[in-house]
């Protein structure tokens, strides 16, 4: 009887670390099915909690990309506007001093259209000192401050501001105006070069602002090149920033989110298995006190 008694205690013994096996394994089924994660706790296993931190992290900086590369594609389109406004205005001021350029014109009339060339030199400093978001995006990095003056001098620095909008890659967030509006062909100078030859009456004077205005509308043509490829590297950062995004989430689903109906097709299993367990258990029980009997 003592050899009976042993081998159904150890009968009982193995089933009841089955049993509870069984019920540990059927509770965290559930408890996946009823709250659809995963991991609840980095207990729950290190590894993918490790993962899903490293996931996030990267899907955080995704989102600071997405919105530096909106930023900066805001302050682009404004610095493009002001662009073609001063393109108008050259043309405007090319128009003039063609004009004034014949001879059909006395002195007094040329000193007159100083006038219209002293407008449009306004107008184009106000497109010079344009901004968004408050910002002066052509005064470099003293963007707090009008790019220039009333007179058409140069008052920010010479800095490039940028944000990043990907791993490794920064746009213009604004531009050292005194490069990219007065480089080898001086806009601002163009204008204010106009004005002075109108004042002096004397058409030779006036027909050589066309070479300024001709070489300001080349650097013009320059400037709007950089603003527009600094354009285009925004709106394939965006593009990049969204794509990964996306992935990033769906990555992230799958680690941490349980599919429903998987989840609960395992916990029927595991209550069946549990059901049955314990039915077994208590057979081998009962076949245990009689045994003692």
Do not use: C
Request: no cysteine.
């Amino acid at each position: 009887m003592t050899l009976i008694r042993s081998t159904y205690s150890g009968r009982l013994s193995t089933l009841q670390r089955q049993s509870a096996r069984t019920a540990e394994r059927m509770a965290e089924v559930q408890r996946a099915a009823v709250t659809g994660l995963r991991v609840e706790r980095p207990s729950d296993d290190p590894g993918l909690t490790t993962r899903i931190h490293n996931l996030r992290e990267v899907k955080a900086d995704q989102d600071v990309y997405q919105q530096n590369a909106s930023w900066s594609d805001g302050i682009l389109a404004r610095a493009d506007g002001a662009l073609q406004g001063l393109a108008a205005n050259l043309a405007q001021a090319r128009e003039l001093a063609v004009q004034m350029s014949s001879e059909q014109f006395s002195v007094d009339q040329r000193i007159d259209a100083a006038i219209t060339a002293e407008s449009i030199f306004e107008r184009a400093l106000e497109h010079a000192n344009a901004q968004f978001g408050g910002r002066f995006i052509f005064a470099g990095e003293a963007y707090d401050a009008e790019a220039y003056d009333a007179a058409g001098v140069y008052q920010g620095d010479n800095g490039e501001p940028e944000v990043p909008v990907a791993e490794g890659l920064d746009v213009a967030s604004g531009f050292d105006g005194s490069d990219l509006l007065q480089g080898t062909g001086d806009i601002i100078a163009a204008f204010g070069n106009l004005v002075t030859n109108l004042l002096t009456g004397v058409s030779d004077n006036v027909r050589g602002s066309l070479d300024d205005i001709d070489a300001a509308i080349d650097q013009l043509t320059e400037a709007q090149a950089v603003v527009g490829g600094e354009m285009l590297t925004v709106l394939d950062a965006m593009d990049l920033a969204t794509a990964l995004d996306a992935e990033l989430t769906n990555e992230l689903s799958s680690a941490t989110e349980v599919d429903a109906a998987q989840a609960y097709s395992d916990l029927f299993f595991y209550q069946q298995s549990y059901e049955a367990a314990l039915g077994v258990t208590i057979q081998a029980r009962s076949n245990l006190l009689f045994s003692r009997m």
